[in-house]
T-cell receptor, first 113, second 117 residues
Framework: TQLLEQSPQFLSIQEGENLTVYCNSS?????LQWYRQEPGEGPVLLVT?????EVKKLKRLTFQFGDARKDSSLHITAAQTGDTGLYLC?????????????FGAGTQVVVTP | DAGVIQSPRHEVTEMGQEVTLRCKPI?????LFWYRQTMMRGLELLIY????????DSGMPEDRFSAKMPNASFSTLKIQPSEPRDSAVYFC???????????????FGPGTRLLVL
């Protein structure tokens, strides 16, 4: 059982459409990160959020950390084919001693031309 | 600058054989992580080193797995004897920092794809 549940597991959209990926938990996290992983490569960090209610924007990507620090979302506006990849959320539990990251199972996003 | 370097990139072995995976972290980083990724279990932390010292090895599956970091620029993950259920992609990641590991940027290597027949 994963501490962080991601939904949906798979998402296929056309270029130009918007999408949202969710990351939910019943546990409180001190921080949460989003990664993107492309085939044959390791995950690459996109953003870290640490404050409840925090919203961060990275070009067409908007990340939000829930007020209670139990959930997060990633919204992509006007998706491009280059956004295709496995999106992983990862969080450090509030009471963890050294900030070990717990990863969600990931959302596979496919953007078609 | 070179990123995290892992070798080999692919490994196919037979059950019972010893497997050694290697990692060279980014120069100057003092934290090193070994992860395993499978379809069933996702990305799992196996072991975390800080300043070459193992801090958390609670994710190491069993005694067949061992990891070492003899110096700041090299680490190994060894499986002996290997079993088919060990088939996975093994990632090494490094970062700069210590206590607040979760807000550091972890840089992942390209992974080693291990298949145990």
């Amino acid at each position: 059982t994963q501490l962080l549940e991601q939904s949906p597991q798979f998402l296929s959209i056309q270029e130009g459409e918007n999408l949202t990926v969710y990351c939910n938990s019943s546990s409180v996290f001190s921080s949460l990160q989003w990664y993107r992983q492309e085939p044959g490569e390791g995950p690459v960090l996109l953003v870290t959020v640490v404050t409840g209610g925090e919203v961060k924007k990275l070009k067409r990507l908007t990340f939000q950390f829930g007020d209670a620090r139990k959930d997060s979302s990633l919204h992509i506006t006007a998706a491009q084919t280059g956004d295709t990849g496995l999106y992983l959320c990862a969080g450090a539990l509030r009471d963890d001693s050294w900030g070990k990251l717990q990863f969600g199972a990931g959302t596979q996003v496919v953007v078609t031309p | 600058d070179a990123g995290v370097i892992q070798s080999p990139r692919h490994e196919v072995t037979e059950m019972g054989q010893e497997v050694t995976l290697r990692c060279k972290p980014i120069s100057g980083h003092n934290s090193l992580f070994w992860y395993r990724q499978t379809m069933m279990r996702g990305l799992e932390l196996l072991i975390y080193f800080n300043n070459n010292v193992p801090i958390d090895d609670s994710g190491m599956p069993e005694d067949r797995f061992s990891a070492k970091m003899p110096n700041a620029s090299f680490s190994t993950l060894k499986i002996q004897p290997s079993e088919p259920r060990d088939s996975a992609v093994y990632f090494c990641a490094s970062s700069w920092g210590g206590a607040a590991s979760s807000i550091q940027t972890q840089y992942f290597g390209p992974g080693t794809r291990l298949l145990v027949l």
